[in-house]
């Protein structure tokens, strides 16, 4: 008997428009506390500093605007588990875009201020299954938004990491659906069921060709934190550096998955 086809994960969409509107919040707000000494900072991404990444993030949330804009595809074209495969081909246009946008508005608060209030109101009047045409393939409003809380999360955590002492807030739906669809994604790069993935309290996935297990404990089994998740799978920390820093566990011969990360960068 062939196994049975796994069912697609889905998201609550009311929960997942407020994530990327409460995250953005949180990033809007400190933002709002910098100096231009810190916008100054480096940042881990090469070549952006902290104005860059904080133009960048409004730049994030606007695409929502923007792809509501255009008329709506006939058909979806990208499966939501798949999108992080699909984002490093536009990753130079979008950092030149990045840069160009924070130098035409040294006034972050004011575009923050304004992108907030259009994302807002054009979400008001959206419906969830509306299909938006996109770069990288045509999906739902409701999918779109979760790509944008990976977004959100991901560059929180690098404005986090590029300015002592600043603390942005990490939502909680908005923590749980990035890790979720990163999970997800490690699955759709390695399918199989012989290795299973833990990142409580958000998600366990199977990945990896190899034996089933059927009962009790599997014989791999990788878990490790939201945070670390999202860091091993968008490039910022290193397999070798979590399991030296005893940041993931891993037990099993197929446990190992530093040949499948990162996911994205």
Known sequence: MP????????????RTRAAVLAQFA???AAVGTLTDGQLALPTRL???????LAAHL???VEALSRALDREEPRKTEMA???WPFATADGAGAISDRSSELAAEHPDLAELYARTGERVAERLALAPDVRLLALPTGAMTLTDYLVTRTVELVVHTDDLNAAVPGLDVPLDRQALAACTRLLADAVAAKAP???TEVRVPPFAVVQCVEGPRHTRGTPPNVVETDPLTW???ATGRLSWQEARHEALVSA??????LGGLLPLMS
């Open 58 to 60: 409004t730049m994030s």
């Open 192 to 194: 199989g069921a012989s």
């Open 230 to 232: 999202i860091r091993l």
């Open 3 to 14: 196994p049975a086809k796994k069912r697609a994960r889905t998201y609550d969409p009311a």
């Open 251 to 256: 037990s099993g011969e197929r446990a190992d």
């Open 26 to 28: 949180h990033v809007r």
């Open 46 to 52: 090469d070549g952006w500093t902290v104005r860059v």
């Open 80 to 82: 939501l588990p798949d």
